[in-house]
Nanobody, 115 residues
Framework: QVQLVESGGGLVQAGGSLRLSCAASGSIFSINAMGWYRRAPGKERGLVALITSGGTTTYADSVKGRFTVSRDNAKNTVYLQMNSLKPEDTAVYYC?????????WGQGTQVTVSS
């Protein structure tokens, strides 16, 4: 089992920044990709960004150039730096880890961007 605990969500004005953190614990050996998904009101949960154990990153088109995903393997933590936030970024953000082909999820953290 892998446990994921997110932190760093909150309320911010448009144009502002937030940094999300996600700490992994438990059976963390052989976790490969880690990343972030989000679910906006009335929408399906979708990929925001992910990073492999080798450091390869993937981003949703809507966040490219504004968000940066990074990973500290020594701390078993993945981060999402979000800059130039827009009201349409408002969502619950979920941390995700893949281990042995199985996804694990955090409890989610709310990000609200006011206009």
């Amino acid at each position: 089992q892998v446990q994921l605990v997110e932190s760093g969500g909150g309320l911010v004005q448009a144009g502002g920044s937030l940094r999300l953190s996600c700490a992994a614990s438990g059976s963390i050996f052989s976790i490969n990709a880690m990343g972030w998904y989000r679910r906006a009101p009335g929408k399906e949960r979708g990929l925001v960004a992910l990073i492999t154990s080798g450091g390869t990153t993937t981003y949703a088109d809507s966040v490219k150039g504004r968000f940066t995903v990074s990973r500290d393997n020594a701390k078993n933590t993945v981060y999402l730096q979000m800059n130039s936030l827009k009201p349409e970024d408002t969502a619950v953000y979920y941390c995700n880890a893949m281990r042995g082909g199985r996804p694990y999820w955090g409890q989610g953290t709310q990000v609200t961007v006011s206009s």
